[in-house]
């Protein structure tokens, strides 16, 4: 084994691309292995990998890791991108929490009925302009760079990448943000996160047609 982490899970975005943005963003090479059979995540679960019969699954430091939530707090905590004491880390998580409640709605989006689409379109915009993006918008404007202690953390890595899912779906999201378009800047020039947004990195495209069949025929019964 080469030592670097090993990502299980479907080839597209799902609940492992933030892990895949952390590793990133911390400068971390990872291999990935994608599940293409529903054979494949059966014989997981029967050789007892899978804690609660659930992917992702990140293999690091000798841990055969589930849960999104756990994955990205220790990957945080291990290359420093966790703050620097308790308040901080209060602070990141209730930030990460908020981001992953509207990254919630879009990871289900692609899995809508079309009839849905349009209103479920108009809730996540709703929610980006109304409740989500103010919050972030009003730290910055404080004349930091960065959300907490100014220092560069997972709550950054967690919204550039949500601001990028939105802006996919609603290009004009940040019109009415000027701190949130200039974080969107410094974000995407700082070096690790500048490679991951270039093409042929381990970034996965929005989900396709193939990828909603793959899904739903691996994990719907």
Partial sequence: MSGKPRLTYCNGRGRMEPVRWLLAAAGVEFEEVFLETREQYEKLIKDGVLMFQQVPLVEIDG???VQTRAILSYIAGKYNLYGKDLKERALIDMYVEGITDLMQ???VFPFSPPETKEKNL?????????????????????????LV???????DVQLIEA???????IPAVLSGFPQLQAFKIRMSNMPTIKKFLQ????????PDECYIETVLKIFKK
């Fill in 105 to 107: 709605m879009i990871l």
């Fill in 163 to 169: 601001i990028l899912a939105v802006e996919e779906k």
């Fill in 199 to 206: 093409p042929g990195s381990p970034r996965k495209p929005p």
């Fill in 63 to 65: 841990m055969k890791m």
């Fill in 149 to 155: 202690g100014n220092k560069f953390s997972w709550a």
């Fill in 122 to 146: 108009d809730s996540i915009k709703d929610r980006a302009i109304n409740r989500y993006f103010p919050v972030f918008e009003k730290v910055l404007k404080h004349g930091q760079d960065f």
